[in-house]
């Protein structure tokens, strides 16, 4: 069963950095595209960046600057890198890949930005 697991989020205070991380149970090559996505409280679900097989990267026009997407082959994981984190990033920050049809969610991790 293709998994997908997220892990790094925590309380941090604004302008503060985190790095998430999410470690696939098989080679994120496998994946057509693998993002992040977020959703705060009352908020729907939206995304935050991905990156494609190929390595092309896409961001939301709001955070392109302060997020940055990357992968690591070895690790099989793909990380947000997320700096000068503001209090509207509280979410809970989702990883999903698209494989072949079907879309593989994470169970997500919590960040909180307290000011």
């Known amino acids: 069963q293709v998994q997908l697991v997220e892990s790094g989020g925590a309380m941090v205070q604004a302008g503060g950095s985190l790095r998430l991380s999410c470690a696939a149970s098989?080679?994120?090559?496998?994946?057509?595209?693998v993002g992040w996505y977020r959703q705060a409280p009352g908020k729907e679900r939206a995304m935050v960046a991905t990156?494609?097989?190929?390595?092309?990267?896409d961001y939301a026009d709001s955070l392109m600057g302060r997020f940055a997407i990357s992968r690591d082959r070895a690790r099989n994981t793909v990380y947000l890198q997320m700096n000068n984190l503001e209090s509207d990033d509280t979410a809970v920050y989702y990883c999903?890949?698209?494989?072949?049809?079907?879309?593989?969610w994470g169970q997500g991790t919590q960040v909180t930005v307290s000011s």
């Open positions: 999903a890949g698209a494989l072949g049809s079907a879309v593989v």
């Open positions: 098989m080679s994120i090559f496998s994946f057509k595209k």
């Open positions: 990156i494609t097989a190929g390595g092309s990267a």
